[in-house]
């Protein structure tokens, strides 16, 4: 991939700024917009004041993971600014500057509808699988952390639920076990099953009727849908810790677990909130496989 090319990181939270640091390194020129972070004038990056003076004279347009930090996605994720980017206006600008290539992460039917009448190449580099794989570590890690900042005891010798058994589940399921905890993980195929009782957790499916739910001192949720219900709920016992790592909207029934005063916390992007500098360097890293398979230049 040639050096000369020129980025433009629009928005983004601390994983961004790692990511935008490490391609001004290798000698990339970076434009800034959206990221009100200390750059200390380093050689290559460029805090733009406008969107169309970011992108003027960039190759690649990079928006964050997530690019929208609302359901609709009317506004680029910016939680280090207060600048307020429409995802409108940001495609115009990008047409007014004959911008093609972005990359952006959890591309959802507006962007990827947007991207088509605007003419633009967009690819979501959360798609990618070593994204995938990699960013579930350090979300295994954030949940864990969580648990132990919550639970009045160890998570050794702890009765733990991992729900799901995706990338996520893979990596927490080991994680807590490789802890001393109690693991148990709910899944819906039997193929899963088979690797779980191969690697020694106990398997439950959740195609069935799931008993002894009171014995769980914390319930880890890895499946996008509503999986943890009023009836799960009432049947976990009060002081049951319950995380849900699921993205939006969630797989908790939020609203009936305040009403039973259920100790729920939603911990979303964890990667960049507990290990910002790991998680932007996969992200890079991402971005640099995806750019060298095309041959940018």
């Not at 690649?60 to 680029?76: A, K, M, Q, R, T």
């Not at 995802?87 to 972005?102: C, I, M, P, Q």
């Not at 729900?163 to 899963?192: C, F, S």
């Amino acid at each position: 991939m040639s050096e000369n090319l020129t980025f433009a990181f629009i928005g983004g939270d601390k994983r961004q700024v790692n990511v935008i640091k490490g391609f001004a390194a290798d000698g990339y020129r970076v434009s800034v917009h959206g990221i009100d972070d200390d750059f200390d004038g380093e050689l290559g990056i460029h805090e733009a004041d406008s969107i169309n003076e970011a992108v003027a004279h960039a190759d690649v347009v990079v928006l964050p993971l997530p690019y929208s930090s609302i359901i609709d996605g009317e506004l680029i994720n910016a939680p280090l600014s207060d600048i307020k980017i429409g995802v409108g206006e940001l495609f115009r600008a990008l047409s007014d500057n004959n911008r093609k290539l972005v990359l952006a992460g959890k591309i959802d039917e507006r962007l990827d509808a947007l991207s088509k009448i605007y003419g633009m190449h967009i690819i979501d580099y959360m798609d990618r699988e070593e994204l995938a794989v990699l960013n579930a570590i350090p979300t295994a890690e954030g949940a864990v952390k969580i648990a132990m900042d919550e639970l009045p005891t160890t998570i050794h010798g702890s009765e733990c639920l991992c729900i799901g058994y995706g990338r996520v589940g893979k990596i927490l399921a080991n994680t807590l076990k490789g802890l001393g905890a109690e693991t148990t993980v709910a899944v819906r195929k039997h193929r899963d099953l088979a690797y779980i009782k191969a690697y020694g957790y106990n398997g439950i499916m959740l195609t069935e009727p799931l008993e002894n739910l009171e014995k769980y001192d914390v319930v880890f949720n890895t499946v996008p849908a509503k999986i943890v219900d009023s009836t799960m709920l009432r049947a976990f016992r009060d002081d049951c810790l319950i995380i849900d790592l699921s993205s939006k909207p969630g797989g908790v029934d939020f609203e009936a677990a305040k009403k039973m005063g259920r100790n729920v916390v939603w911990a979303l992007s964890l990667p960049g909130k507990v290990a910002p500098v790991t998680a932007g360097n996969i992200i890079r890293d991402t971005i640099m496989n995806i750019l060298n398979e095309l041959s940018v230049t």
